[in-house]
């Protein structure tokens, strides 16, 4: 089993900036997918960010198109994977689940979910 604790989450206003950060514990994930997803208010949870092992040894980050050039995603280490979230607007008000395992977009294990706010 792999337990994910995400931190980070916050209010801000439109414009602004945010870090998630997210660490995995129990079986490792080294090697495995893992990256964010969100859900806002009577929306479906959708994919967001995500790192992928390549083959060249190294992990490569994969983003939806609504946040390309606004949100970054990185691998820390191979257990923890955080979101830097720059020119945040309203539409990205939703909670931040972190996942991990699996496949990209079909993860095996999620966080709490962490809330963010963003106000216009």
């Known amino acids: 089993q792999v337990q994910l604790a995400e931190s980070g989450g916050g209010w801000v206003q439109a414009g602004g900036s945010l870090r998630l950060s997210c660490a995995a514990s129990?079986?490792?994930?080294?090697?495995?997918?893992m990256g964010w997803f969100r859900q806002a208010p009577g929306k479906k949870r959708e994919f967001v960010a995500g790192t992928t092992w390549s083959r060249r040894n190294s992990y490569y980050a994969e983003y939806a198109d609504s946040v390309k050039g606004r949100f970054t995603i990185s691998r820390a280490n191979a257990e923890t994977v955080l979101l830097q979230m720059n020119s945040l607007k309203p539409e990205d008000t939703a909670i931040y689940y972190c996942a991990a395992g699996g496949a990209l977009t079909a993860p095996d294990y999620w966080g709490q979910g962490t809330q963010v706010t963003v106000s216009s």
């Open positions: 129990g079986r490792t994930v080294r090697g495995y997918p």
